[in-house]
């Protein structure tokens, strides 16, 4: 019985002191944490940023949404195109898209199927149904004006976070929120436009709220602010309004995305050189 | 480009008044009806979808033409509505109608279904009933593997327009490529310029006396099978035609007044094609390559080329394209196409602005004659509804017996003015 009840004191006394251990340990890491974060590179931290804006933009399937694409020369006229985007999400690779024009009218029909890669150059095909033809076009420079708006082709593609190499600046309240600001370094540095993009990122929802682009001259190209930011499925934020301005030409160009919609049942096979003869 | 057979004086003028009115005849039940239901289904916002174009067209001719009874300038009106459904499943419904009407040319007026098909879409196949239109081919001056679609030549010399195709179509998408099956029950004709048309041949082809080698003629069932995958950087597409041949051989003949006519063979024949592309960075290799057996002596036939883009040139927004082809014939001179060993070179320049202002401009070199040609056409958007196009052609040397020898003095500018709905 006494010997019971030594043991169980023992037993008290070996579990106190893992306590303590564990307790002292757990200290002894909350006084490393600050070393450690310390110990994270600029770089590694805006990394870190883009891969968990990334995670927290994972799962949503498939999405399709309408655009309006205004662009405005500096005299002030201005011209829309009406576009439909469907997305499909690729486990392991870049997103599909499928990008389908309703106007101008004599463009009607006209659809992009574009496969993003992480790694190499994407693959992308031009639907003209004046001729029925599906087109294989080369995505090697993607300096080249979309649909000759301010928006350069790298920057409508899925923003891969292999794209770039990142590197965190500082953080800065931009209207009222709290951001991250990150530089971004296109990997492809011989056939993108760019040198470097200034990103401003919401610190608590992880999403873009400007984007600064340098040209390979490091002269400020353009500007893109992102305004309307809406929660879908309670996880996935996207902004309704995005706006581009040239700063070299004076040109400008707002993207307005309505009737966004997710899980909607497409399926790669919506995605195929076959669908794209289809896409209406 | 191709020798032609021996020199033949011009036809007699013929009257086709008739043909005429029932082309604007034909011509206004199009207007009328595209009229009727863009109003009906503007107000009824019923799920049927209308769009199309209507066009206007003039066609200016340096020089006086070559041949008589030719007229020199020409106008013309054209209009293509397209009304389509597509149902919650994905399948749809699909009607073209094609007509214009032609100052200078009976034969470039008409008509045409260039759609009418019905698409029955299920999850693991695909199958086209009705009136509809096949592209095959990758290369951008020739087109030599696209066999479904007949030429529609009264449109356009560049064999780009084509006469909508009567078939059964069942397509199969698979983890391993997509199969192309097709039963073609009717055969379409080549349209070919009239007598007063500018850009034909010295001899007019007789059109209504068609020759067959099918007994069944027009009814003769063609059937094709093409099978066509994506790997990687690479496109391609294989395929097998067994039926009667889109391209005729033109025979002389002399009609019981004893003048001397053309009229079009349409022979039996079988015919192996092969389209590939691939990227490779800023380059786009195509090649295009077929085998025809039954139609004179078998023989092989290519095109081989590349496309390589500048993108945003010195950050001017502009895009840079050259275009190199080169195309060869093992018939030669007996070649049914304008090709037989002939290179062609391009340049195509997209300004990537507002209203999407585009030039190409190409050269025809034949290798065997000195004869060369050149093409340009540009295009520009007034409007969200307006396109205005110019296109030109110019002969600039040409042989003695060859096609091009025909149109020396068919130098024109084509001015087009474009509404879309």
Redesign the interface.
Known sequence: MKKERQFTNYKRWTARVRQTRLLLFLLLCLSIAPVCVHAETSEEKGRAIAKEADRRDEGFHDSTADLIMTLRNRHGQESTRNIRVRTLEVAGDGDKSLTIFDNPRDVKGTAFLNYTHKIGDDDQWLYLPALKRVKRISSRNKSGSFMGSEFAYEDIGSQEVEKYTYKWIRDEIFNGQESFVVERYPVDKKNSGYIRLVTWIDKEEYFPLKVEYFDRKEYHLKTLTFTGYKKYLGKYWRSDEMNMINHQNGKTTKLLWSNYEFQTGLTGNDFTKSSLKRAR | MKQQGSEVRGQEPVSRYRETRRYSLQFLIIVLATTISYSFLTTQSLAW?L?G?TTAEGRLFFHDALFSGQRRDGASIAVQPEF?H?WEN?S?FLFTPFGRLDSADSERSHFDIRELRY?W?H?SW?LRIGSA???W??TEFVHLVDIINQTDLVEDIDG?DKLGQPMVNL?I?GQYG?LDLFVLPYFRERTFPGEKGRLRSRVVVDTDKAEYESSAEEYNVDLAARY?N?IG?W?FGIYHFHGTGREPTLLLRSDPAGNLTVVPLYERIDQTGLDV?T?K????LKLESLYRTGQGEDFYAGVGGF?Y????VL?S?L?FGLIGEWAYDERGDEATTVFDNDVMAGARLAF?????TEVLAGVFQDLDSDSCAVLLESGR?I???W?VTLDAFFVLESSEGDILHDLREDDNVQIEL?Y??
């Open positions: 979808e769009s174009y389509y597509e994905g749809s698409l879409l999850d695909e239109k096949v592209f081919g990758v780009e397509s998408p997509v066509s994506t950087d496109d592309q990227v960075g800023n380059w786009l496309e883009s500048f993108v945003n950050s927004g895009d990537n602005d507002a209203a999407s958007r409007s969200d509804h396109k474009t879309y709905f």
